[in-house]
Structures are given as C-alpha cells and as structure tokens.
C-alpha cells in the first residue's frame, strides 16, 4: 500500500475508533509523523495519566506501553508489535527485586521506568531520565537508596548528588557501546558543536559531555542553544525530530551505531494493523496494575 494511502487509512480509523497515537522520540519517523504526541519516557506518562480517548496505541517499547496501562487501566492500551521491549527492562526481575530488599529491608528503592511491570511492583517510587536526580534527592539523606536497573544512570546521580546508592547491575546495550574515545574524535572533527549525551551512558562518557539529558531534555537544549551543529550522544531516532523542528542547525550522531533495534520495529503499517484488529492489547494481572500504579504515581506527583 501506498504511503499516503496507509496514512490516510490511519487516519480514518484513530477517529473511528477514538484512539490516541503515543510515540516515543526514538521510533521511526514514518510514526513520529503520524503520532499525536511525540515525547521521552516522562512526559508520555504523563500524557497517558491524561488521555480522554478510549484506546491509545503506544508506538514504542513494552514498558512504556505498560506504563500507560498502568496510569490508564481503563483505556485500551494496545502495544502494534508486542515483541518490542527493553533489554535494560529485562535486566531485573521482581524475585531479584525481593531478594535485595531482604538484604537491605530499610533501603527505599528508585526503579527507573525502564523495567518490567512486576518489577515496578515491588518498588518504592520510579523515575526516568528526566527527573531521577530530583526524585533521589528528595529521600532523606540518611536513607540507603537501591537505584535499579541502569547501573549508569545509578552512578551518574551519585556523582552529580554526591551520594552512595546501591546500584544494580542493568544497562542499556545501545547507550552502554557509546565510550570516550568516540566523544573525543567527534569533538576533534567538529570543534565548534555542542556534544550531549544520554545519562543512560557511563560515567566516563557524560563527564566528558556539555550535558547530559533525557530526549526531552535534547530538544529543549537544542531549541534554546546558540550552537549551530550538534553532537547527539544516544538514539539515532532523535535526529529525525531534532532536525524537523531545527531546519538551521546541523546533527551528526555520536556514533552510527546507536541505534536500538527494538524501538525500529513498530511501522506504520503495524500502527493500521494495530487499529484494524485491536491488537495487541496489553493486559495485566490487577494486583500488577494496583501495585505498579503506585510508585509510578508518586514519581508524578514529585515531577510536578
Ligand atoms: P527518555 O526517557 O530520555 O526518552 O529515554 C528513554 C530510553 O529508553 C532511553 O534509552
Ligand atoms: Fe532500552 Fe536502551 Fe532501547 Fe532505551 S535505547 S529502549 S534503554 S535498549
């Protein structure tokens, strides 16, 4: 089918059906495109707290359509390509999560969204990359803090809080390849551009950044930057947004290689399929939901 033809049968369906497209900054631009809304992993949370359609495809990785069940248990929330996940998500189960707490019973655990929803379970308050730093900050300082799955995201906000945290041993493949040697060249080769990063890499490539943001982060630093050309330390899926809404500056990836496969999976033509069929919908046992809802609850009320 045509392009414009796929577009124009989505369209038609969204309206049909009352359903809302939610997209994640990495996804392919075909689906950005055709999204509502387009945004990092806070701020589609809270645009899934917030949706007033009855179904909402989530174009993007399984937790973060978990998350939106989660904050909307009583939408349809289906997820076009249920095998699109997280490998950092996969890092941690909830019978890890219980066995570390017996360990540490007084420590309050900080579970990054990235993580599945039984593990969200079994956790005290959640944050992405957006807010983890003020989240943490906010627990009293004599409190032993377990920061889970991403170890760097973890010692990222040690570093910058000066603060021990009990880090799991989680990361995210596609972040995790990006090293200082890479940052180095880049900035040799383009000695004019600001160079940013993702704090889902490690301590040694942000300490060497001019700073390290969530995707939302990047687009609002690169909206209010003088700079005209760019270093962009994490998906290549950014780019395509980051140069749409700043046809005068110039990009180029950190490396040519960060690109997570599993946020490239979902097309336009699984986002029809998706409202055609009403498939797949996510589904979770309700303990999960009710258990999950609340640390995910509180990482909003503390955004705000
Ligand atoms: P953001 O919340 O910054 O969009 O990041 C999500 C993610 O999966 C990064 O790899
Ligand atoms: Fe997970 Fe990394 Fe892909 Fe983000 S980029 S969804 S953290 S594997």
């Known amino acids: 089918m045509e392009r414009t033809q ?3 049968k989505i369209n038609r369906l969204r309206k049909e059906c009352n359903a809302v497209i939610l997209a994640h900054n990495y996804v392919l631009g075909e689906v950005q495109e055709i999204a509502d809304f387009v945004g990092d992993s806070l701020e589609l949370s809270i645009k899934a707290a917030g949706v007033t359609a009855g179904v909402i ?4 990785v399984k937790f973060m359509a978990e998350t939106a069940k989660i904050l909307s248990p009583e939408k349809m929330v289906l997820h076009p390509v249920p095998q699109a996940g997280c490998p950092m998500a996969d890092m941690a189960t909830a019978e890890q999560v219980r066995a570390l707490k ?32 003020k989240i ?19 010692a990222n906000i040690a570093a910058e809080l000066r603060r021990k945290l ?24 383009f000695p004019n551009a600001a160079l940013f990063v993702h704090p889902e890499c490690a301590p040694e490539v942000v300490a060497l950044a001019d700073a390290a943001l969530s995707t939302g982060g990047m687009l609002r630093y690169v909206r209010e930057s003088e700079a005209k050309e760019f270093i962009v330390g994490t998906e290549q899926g950014i780019i395509y947004r980051l140069a749409r809404e700043n046809p005068d500056k110039t990009f180029v990836a950190l490396s040519e290689q960060a690109i997570c496969p599993d946020m490239k999976l979902t097309t336009l033509e699984d986002v029809l ?29 503390a955004s705000v």
């Open 6 to 8: 796929l577009v124009d």
């Open 57 to 60: 495809v989530f174009c993007g």
């Open 102 to 133: 017996r360990r540490h019973p007084d420590a309050v655990v900080v579970c990054y969204v990235n993580s599945t929803a039984e593990v969200k379970a079994e956790v005290d308050i959640c944050c992405t990359s957006a807010n983890a730093a």
């Open 136 to 154: 943490v900050a906010a627990i009293p300082a004599d409190r032993e803090i377990i920061f889970m799955p991403d170890c760097n995201l973890g």
């Open 166 to 189: 009990i880090l799991w041993p989680g990361c995210c493949p596609v972040h995790q390849r990006l090293t200082p040697e890479m940052v180095r060249r880049r900035r040799r080769e």
């Open 273 to 301: 399929a998706a409202l055609e069929k009403k498939q797949y919908q996510v589904d979770l046992p309700a303990d999960i939901l009710t258990r999950a809802r609340l640390p995910i609850s509180r990482m909003l009320e």
